[in-house]
């Protein structure tokens, strides 16, 4: 029988080699599997926050499934049989080591995670009316372009406000420069999810909640509800377009004219749109 | 009265159902009295919500006078004797199976009731969660409507939600915590009895929004959605206001049973480790669920009184609501969460045969996670537009969650090492925990980290984590708990080994059916849709067919409690795990008054060979 001692050596490095070996590859390869992709730098950044988060989950996830594993190997005893254990109430210093790596971990974590959430852009999440953390102008170079995302049900429509406040039921952005989302809704709560670029707001009514992000390549996006507003909720979605800056410019310069005889209809641009509330009673 | 009268008319079921049925209608004309039908949005919507709320409000008067709850107080308070069934032994003279449908302040038979119920309603809830899977089968709506989809979503959630918060407490807390510190009954058997009653009542108008055209608002029932809908949202709105109540009496009884009822000899540090994580639980029960029940009332009092406390720019605020909800919800997971920790800690001794490794650092670690949940609620709201300068606050709370939970996670591993593992059916489903929860727990983090929250949030990916951590955990140790304990609540024992397969299957079947759900999310297949785009049909097919497979385990459980305690009876040996634990040292079932003299208590988990100097 060995020694209880040298049974957790066996097992200690049993676990540090398999997470010698599993760690590096998750922090290498999640990389490159993990969603949501590269189109927007917000959804980048939040590849690089699941790859660094699977990197540290790893050693943790492998210690309790090596546990199980050795221990049932090693200790279990047949039904039948009823041997006692040894009768060990504990161990100050295991106890003490432990308490202390979590702390460490969750330290180093939370530091990590709160740097990513203030980091300019706050990983495309919507910042309501007033943002902790603004995005200024792109690779680009030209100014930061705000486009208003105003839910209702069950559809989302958008607002150019640079461009005369034209207000069109397709989202098309230029790449390369900043994107200043306001989403708001007329009716209930509704999410705006931008699943390619890394960008989720809801959007409340009479709220104006600010994301921002950089499309950084060229090409479609899914756009979903993210938030159960009703009955059509699973038919809210939509799909997004990133394209060059001349295409962009004769696309919003086509919507305006297209769309120009609502215009006069249209309440003007206003950072929220509030209805007359809803009400059953009465 | 002649007994016969007594019986047919004598506060029982039948009584019941008819005061309910006549206090509803006593409800809905009051209510018509008030709004008119030629009020505006009666008239136009052909619906008076105010005379529904009253009508549901009065039926459950009616319910509980008919059950018998008021005659003790009535009676009390007019100065007379306590009234039949009652007595001061908390009904313990109360026999025959007659005693478990009626209104019985008594912990063992509250316990049998709350045990059937759970079952009953985990029953509804999963049959929801199968049509769910089975209109995921295609992209496209097949068989439901959106609307028909939309109300089995929020029945199958609001029924978990509701009833497994007491899948543990209502049955288990309150049979087994009398007998494990000692008790011969529990501090308010009353309060008690009224929390599985009011439970019942809630389900049962639960399911009249099925009648009432369904609800559109899912488990959570964010306002304003949830003010707009028709008739089924104020049955929605009353269930869960009542689930509230219930979960309110609930804690209330256990915390003071705890506190007071406790024999001389068991002092804190002696209380098992299932009772502490009760007391936890029960404590965040008494100052969570009344925040539910509020929130609720004001919403239908938007309903219904033309108030406005959720309406944006009519004074109110929809992230009021959410944040009441929340502050209820967050603690909620825990309350899901702590049960079956205790569950866990309390049986690995038994089928380790060694004494709990750190006793004193897992008590620390189920008060720490039931007073940091209340801090943590606001990251259900990351997206939200909530005020950003907060946000790194709720970062930093949800993840230190993982410090206690750490620690209940190392008293298990510590039990578990070079313990004498004996992996009898609760005991798998113990270790299934460690796994399940594992998962849960790990995916927690990623889910509580903000910037990566942006993609996860309301995703299929959080979906699956907390399945993980109440289906993968809670139900899991509840099933384990049903193995260990039946045979001591019934004296009849369930068969082993159709238990082992249903483990395993069940088992399997769980990480087969969520594991898809994390991917799903990450690809971005939000929550409560019953629309997706075509490439997600193989990950959501799997899903489906593992939930069928799940569903089949727990059918073949419901054979073998079927089979074993009712037909083929297989009594139960005095003592099939050899625990040494107090409620095993009493008959199965135990006597009314629980103990045939005082209890001899011993050592906590008097477990495992003492080493070598020390043996006499």
Redesign the interface.
């Known amino acids: 029988v060995r020694g209880?001692s040298a049974?957790?050596r066996r097992f200690l490095l049993i676990w540090l080699g398999l997470s010698a070996v599993c760690t590096p590859l998750v922090a290498i390869f999640a990389g490159s599997i993990?969603?949501?992709g590269d189109q927007g730098d917000?959804?980048s950044?939040?590849v690089l926050?699941?790859t660094v988060?699977s990197t540290v989950?790893t050693p943790?996830?492998l210690l309790?499934?090596t546990?199980?594993a050795y221990?049932?190997v090693r200790?279990?005893?047949?039904?039948s049989?009823?041997?006692?254990?040894?009768?060990?109430?504990?161990?100050r210093g295991?106890?003490m080591t432990?308490?202390l790596a979590?702390?460490a971990i969750?330290v180093g974590?939370?530091a990590f995670?709160?740097v990513?959430?203030?980091l300019p852009g706050?990983?495309?999440?919507?910042?309501?009316?007033?943002?902790?953390?603004p995005l200024g102008a792109g690779p680009s170079g030209a100014p930061v372009l705000p486009v208003q995302v105003i839910g209702q049900q069950w559809q989302f429509t958008y607002r150019y406000p640079t461009y005369g406040g034209v207000e069109t039921p397709r989202l098309v952005l230029p790449v390369d420069r900043t994107v200043e989302f306001h989403?708001t809704s007329l009716?209930?709560?509704h999410?705006f999810?931008a699943?390619g670029l890394?960008?989720?707001?809801?959007a409340?009514?009479?709220?104006?909640?600010?994301a921002y992000v950089i499309p950084r390549r060229m090409g479609t996006f899914?756009i979903?509800?993210?938030?159960?507003?009703?009955?059509?909720?699973?038919?809210m979605?939509d799909t997004g377009r990133v394209v060059t800056p001349t295409s962009f410019a004769t696309w919003i310069a086509g919507e305006q004219r297209l769309f120009a005889p609502i215009k006069r209809d249209l309440p003007p641009y206003s950072r929220t749109y509030?209805p007359q509330?809803?009400?059953?009673?009465? | 009265m002649s007994a016969a009268i007594r019986r047919v008319a004598g506060f029982n079921l039948l009584t019941a159902a008819v005061l309910a049925i006549g206090g509803y209608v006593l409800g809905r004309v009051v209510g018509a009295g008030i709004?008119p039908p030629s009020?505006?949005?009666v008239e136009e919507t052909g619906e008076n919500?105010?005379g529904l709320v009253l009508g549901y409000l009065l039926g459950v008067v009616g319910f509980f006078a008919g059950l018998g709850a008021f005659n003790y107080p009535v009676a009390r308070m007019l100065g007379g004797p306590p009234s039949l069934p009652e007595s001061e032994e908390g009904g313990v003279g109360d026999k025959g199976v007659a005693r478990y449908f009626r209104f019985t302040p008594n912990h063992k038979v509250v316990g049998m009731q709350y045990l059937v119920g759970v079952g009953v309603f985990f029953f509804f809830a999963g049959v929801n969660a199968m049509l769910i899977r089975t209109a995921l089968l295609h992209p496209r709506?097949t068989f439901l409507s959106?609307?028909s989809?939309?109300t089995v979503v929020g029945l199958h959630g609001s029924m978990m939600m509701g009833t497994m918060t007491s899948a543990v407490l209502g049955p288990f807390a309150n049979y087994f915590v009398p007998l494990l510190i000692g008790a011969r009954r529990s501090a308010f058997p009353r309060l008690e009895a009224c929390s599985f009653w009011v439970l019942v009542a809630a389900e049962v108008i639960l399911g009249t929004s099925v009648a009432l055209g369904g609800f559109?608002?899912?488990w959570?029932g964010?306002a304003?959605?949830s003010?707009?809908?028709s008739y089924g949202i104020d049955a929605y709105l009353c269930f869960f206001a009542l689930v509230g109540v219930s979960m309110t009496l609930l804690g209330l009884n256990l915390t003071a049973t705890v506190v007071t009822m406790r024999a001389p000899e068991v002092s804190w540090s002696r209380l098992p480790i299932f009772v502490w994580s009760v007391v936890t639980t029960a404590a965040m029960m008494v100052l969570a669920a009344p925040v539910l029940t509020v929130a609720l009332i004001l919403v239908l009092l938007?309903?219904?009184?033309?108030t406005?406390f959720f309406?944006?720019?009519?004074g109110g605020s929809?992230?009021l609501f959410e944040n009441l909800f929340w502050f209820f919800g967050h603690p909620e997971v825990y309350l899901l969460a702590l049960p079956g920790m205790g569950i866990l800690l309390e049986l690995l001794p038994v089928f380790?045969?060694?004494?709990?490794?750190?006793?004193?650092?897992a008590v620390s670690g189920m008060v720490g996670i039931a007073l940091l949940s209340f801090t943590v609620w606001q990251h259900h709201?990351?997206?939200?537009?909530?005020?950003?300068?907060v946000?790194?606050f709720y970062?930093?709370s949800t993840?230190?969650i993982?410090?206690p939970t750490?620690?209940v996670?190392?008293c298990a591993?510590?039990t578990?090492?070079?313990?004498?593992?004996?992996?009898?059916v609760p005991m798998l489903f113990c270790?299934a925990w460690?796994?399940n929860f594992?998962?849960g727990g790990?995916t927690g983090?990623?889910l509580?980290?903000?910037?990566?929250?942006?993609?996860e949030?309301?995703?299929f990916f959080v979906l699956a984590h907390f399945h993980y951590t109440i289906m993968g955990a809670l139900i899991f140790t509840f099933f384990a708990a049903i193995y260990y304990w039946v045979p001591k609540m019934t004296g009849r024992t369930l068969n082993q080994r159709l238990g082992k397969v249903h483990f395993w299957l069940m088992f399997l079947a769980f990480n087969s059916t969520f594991m898809p759900m994390f991917v799903l999310g990450?690809?971005?297949m939000?929550?409560?849709?019953?629309?997706?785009?075509a490439r997600f049909q193989f990950l959501n097919d799997w899903s489906t067919v593992s939930a069928y497979v799940l569903g089949l385990s727990l059918l073949l459980f419901l054979v073998n409690a079927v089979y074993s305690l009712l037909i083929a009876r297989t009594p139960a040996e005095e003592n099939p795990w050899?625990s040494r634990s107090l409620e095993w040292q009493t008959a199965s079932p135990p006597p009314a008054i629980n103990f045939e003299g005082r209890p001899l208590i011993g050592t906590l988990y008097d477990?495992?060979?003492?080493?070598l100097g020390?043996r006499a």
């Open positions: 209880a049974e957790l993990v969603p949501p917000a959804a950044g939040q926050d699941l988060g989950a943790v996830f309790i499934v546990f199980l221990t049932l200790f279990r005893q047949k039904e049989e009823i041997a006692e254990g040894p009768r060990v109430y504990g161990h295991l106890q432990w308490i979590s702390a969750l974590l939370v995670d709160v990513r959430l203030v706050a990983a495309g999440s919507g910042q309501g009316p007033t943002p902790l953390s989403v009716d209930v709560i999410a999810w699943y890394g960008v989720k707001a809801d409340n009514p009479g709220v104006d909640n600010i899914a979903r509800c993210a938030e159960l507003c009703g009955l059509w909720h699973g038919y979605f509030l509330p809803r009400r059953r009673a009465g | 709004h009020l505006g949005y919500d105010l709506e959106p609307n989809y939309l559109q608002t899912g959570t964010y304003p959605l003010i707009q809908g938007d309903r219904t009184a033309q406005s309406i944006n720019g009519a929809s992230y380790t045969r060694k004494p709990l490794w750190g006793y004193r650092v709201l990351f997206v939200s537009g909530m005020s950003s300068d946000r790194p970062v930093l993840e230190a993982s410090i750490g620690l996670f190392v591993i510590g578990l090492w070079r313990g004498k593992a004996r992996l009898t270790l460690l796994f594992l998962i790990v983090v990623y509580a980290d903000a910037p990566a929250d942006t993609t949030h309301g995703s990450l690809l971005g939000p929550r409560r849709v019953i629309e997706y785009p050899y477990y495992g060979v003492p080493p020390e």
